[in-house]
C-alpha cells in the first residue's frame, strides 16, 4: 500500500513547454486534489475529482487542466508553462463524505516544478 | 477572505521549551472540520489531527496537545518540551459543509526548535 504517489519531484520546464504531473493512490479513494504551495504561503486548490469522470475547479484553476479516467490516477496538465506556476504541486485524496463526517485528505510526497 | 488564520509566521524556540501555535477561523456553519498537518524539511505533508466542531474536548497525543474553543473560534497547537524534529512548518485547515468539505489552509507557522 504505497498511498499518494507523485511524479516527477523535480522538474524544470522553459516557457511555453508543457507538461503533466502524474498521481496515484492505491487507497481506492473517491476524491481526489491538487493543489499548489508557492513559497510562504498555504495550499490552493487547482482542480479536484468526486469520482471518475467527474472534475471540478478549485480556487485557482487557470493554466491548468485534469482528467479522471480511473479511480486511482489523477493526472495534472500543465500547457504553455509560465515562470508564475513555479511552485510545489501536492496532490490528495480521501475515500469520501460521508454525511456531515468527511473523511481526511492525505498527501503525495510533492513535484517541485520551476519553470525559466 | 481568509478562512483560517495562522497570524504566527516563525516562532523560534530552544529545545525543551513548549511552544503554542495559534489558529483562528472563519465560517458560517454550525458544524465543521479542523484539522493540523506538519510539514517538516523533507516537504511532505503529514496529517496530525481532526476535531470536529463539535467536540470541544481538548485532545492530547504524546507531546502535542490541541486546545479547541469554539467561543473565540480558534484551534491552537501546542508542543510540549520540543524536539529539534519538531522543526516544520504546521498548518491549520478547515472543513466546512457550505465548501463541500474542500480545505481551507491556513498560511503555516514555522516551528525551528534549536539544540
Known amino acids: 500500500n504505497a498511498g499518494v504517489t507523485q511524479t516527477p519531484k523535480f522538474r524544470i520546464l522553459k516557457i511555453g513547454q508543457s507538461m503533466t504531473l502524474q498521481c496515484a493512490q492505491d487507497m481506492n479513494h473517491n476524491y481526489m486534489y491538487w493543489y499548489r504551495q508557492d513559497p510562504g504561503m498555504g495550499l490552493k486548490l487547482i482542480y479536484y475529482s468526486v469520482g471518475a469522470g467527474i472534475t471540478d475547479k478549485g480556487e485557482v484553476p487557470n493554466g491548468y487542466n485534469v482528467s479522471r479516467s480511473t479511480t486511482e490516477d489523477f493526472p495534472l496538465r500543465l500547457e504553455l508553462a509560465a515562470p508564475s506556476q513555479t511552485s510545489v504541486y501536492f496532490c490528495?485524496?480521501?475515500?469520501?463524505?460521508?454525511?456531515?463526517?468527511?473523511?481526511?485528505?492525505?498527501f503525495g510526497p510533492g513535484t517541485r516544478l520551476t519553470v525559466l | 477572505a481568509q478562512k483560517v488564520t495562522q497570524a504566527q509566521t516563525e516562532i523560534s524556540v530552544v529545545e525543551k521549551e513548549d511552544v503554542t501555535l495559534d489558529c483562528v477561523y472563519e465560517?458560517?456553519?454550525?458544524?465543521?472540520?479542523l484539522f493540523w498537518y506538519k510539514q517538516p524539511p523533507s516537504g511532505e505533508l503529514v496529517f496530525l489531527i481532526r476535531r470536529n466542531s463539535f467536540d470541544e474536548q481538548n485532545e492530547i497525543s504524546g507531546r502535542y496537545s490541541w486546545n479547541f474553543q469554539k467561543s473565540t473560534s480558534s484551534f491552537n497547537f501546542t508542543i510540549t518540551a520540543s524536539q529539534v524534529v519538531d522543526s516544520a512548518v504546521y498548518f491549520c485547515a478547515l472543513s466546512e459543509p457550505l465548501s463541500d468539505y474542500k480545505l481551507s489552509f491556513g498560511a503555516g507557522t514555522t516551528v525551528t526548535v534549536r539544540a
Open positions: 465560517t458560517r456553519d454550525t458544524t465543521y472540520y
Open positions: 490528495a485524496s480521501k475515500l469520501s463524505d460521508r454525511v456531515n463526517s468527511p473523511d481526511t485528505q492525505y
